[in-house]
């Protein structure tokens, strides 16, 4: 039986083949340009999954962690971000970059599911007109981020 061919796969010398078509990599890097811009120029509430209130139903302590953790979070976010815009026509990523690839995806697919109002794993999406090209982008994110967990986990 053929076997698939992963377009993501540790190598010998310690990097990771990147083979994706144009429309995934313009995909990536769209989605990634995307979500840096809610970081710096928005408190939207599609970005609520990435800041999860560590202490519940505790306003005020939540506040304080905000305060004092949210713009660290958000630099690194924006780092790990820069990094995927950067390499995404690139064919062979270090390990830093397959991490911020990593990284990246999960935060883009996390708001989307919050676009998309998906709760777990079990969400049914209603697709129509309005929302299939999230849909897609978000099932397309997630195989990617599965294929980039798969890659790295292999050098365990």
Known sequence: MPRFRTPVRALDDGTYRVELGEPERALVRSTASQ???LLVDTDSPVLRRLFPPPYGDDTERNEGWAVL???????HRLASLDVVVASTDADSLDEDQIGAWMR?????????GTVLEVVDD???????EHNAA????YELL??????????????L
Do not use: K, M
Not at 134 to 137: D, E, I, L, S
């Open 69 to 75: 953790a949210r713009p660290e979070l958000i630099e």
């Open 122 to 128: 079990d969400t049914d999406v209603d697709v129509d």
């Open 104 to 112: 990246s995806l999960n935060d883009v697919r996390l708001v989307l």
């Open 134 to 137: 999230t849909y897609q982008a």
């Open 142 to 155: 997630g195989y990617l981020l599965e294929v980039v967990v798969t890659a790295r986990a292999s050098r």
């Open 35 to 37: 979500l840096r811009e």
